[in-house]
């Protein structure tokens, strides 16, 4: 795939950073010139990938989460990656209202959430450990200002 | 996030405002049990007018406090809720037991 722009963030698997992630992930798609839903969709679906980073993926520690994003002309594509404890059955979580923690009053929805605000969704192994979360969302907004490769200057 | 509550006559009114995640939930799971158990009141109104985000963590918060007020007799309703919120709640059938009142 040839995208024309793409950054990575790195950080640390705290809940404060959670808002960090979203708001920062959303203005990098500004430039393809979102609708305000398709912007609130994806700050929405990273929401949930990284809560379950900080919430599963690193129960009892702090680890480091990494989310890639990859812009093409018209489509967003994320992937959020983790070295956590990772997951047992790929399928069953991705079932509405499972939650592996169902005392403290989790919905068990966030995949859901995440398969519902993106166009596509895909759940896979982390290299040694953990668990990459890969989602793309088309977008109906027209391209504003950025044309050529991602060597173009804003 | 912010919770604000206003008593008028039976009806508690909560506002839940700002940003409701992961990181907020816990202080909103507070915050709302300690406006619910300093007053009396037959229902409980919730207007979502000014919360500008919530991902799903915010049902799980919505579902605990239900369940508490459900030992009480007290039922919830949801009001304002923004296009996002009510997606969340539509898909998580929360309108079932908190519903929907304008």
């Given at each position: 795939m040839n995208y024309m722009n793409q950054m990575t963030l790195k950080f640390d698997?705290?809940?404060?950073?959670e808002g960090f992630a979203r708001s920062a992930v959303a203005a990098f798609c500004v430039q393809l010139n979102p609708t305000l839903d398709e912007i609130t969709d994806i700050k929405t679906a990273v929401s949930e990938a990284v809560t379950n980073c900080v919430v599963h993926a690193y129960p009892k520690t702090v680890g480091q989460i990494e989310i890639w994003v990859g812009l093409t002309m018209n489509t967003v594509h994320i992937e959020v990656r983790d070295d956590g404890i990772?997951?047992?059955d790929f399928e069953k979580v991705?079932?509405?209202?499972?939650?592996?923690?169902?005392?403290?009053?989790?919905?068990?929805m966030g995949f859901t959430v995440m398969e519902s605000f993106m166009d596509t969704l895909e759940l896979r192994k982390n290299d040694n450990k953990g668990v990459i979360v890969s989602m793309s969302k088309k977008l109906q907004g027209k391209l504003k200002a950025v044309a050529g490769g991602s060597n173009v200057k804003l | 996030m912010q919770v604000n509550s206003r008593l008028y006559l039976d009806t508690l009114y909560l506002t839940i405002g700002g940003e409701l995640d992961e990181h907020s939930a816990n202080y909103a799971r507070l915050n709302l049990d300690e406006q619910m158990s300093n007053a009396d009141f037959k229902q409980i109104i919730i207007d979502?007018?000014?919360?500008?985000f919530m991902d799903s963590t915010g049902i799980g918060v919505l579902i605990g406090r239900y369940k508490k007020m459900k030992q009480r007799g007290i039922p919830i309703f949801i009001s304002n809720p923004s296009v996002h919120a009510d997606k969340i709640f539509r898909m998580t059938a929360l309108y079932d037991i908190m519903p929907k009142i304008n």
């Open positions: 698997s705290l809940s404060i950073n990772g997951i047992a991705r079932e509405p209202f499972f939650t592996t923690r169902p005392q403290e009053e989790r919905a068990g | 979502l007018s000014n919360l500008d």
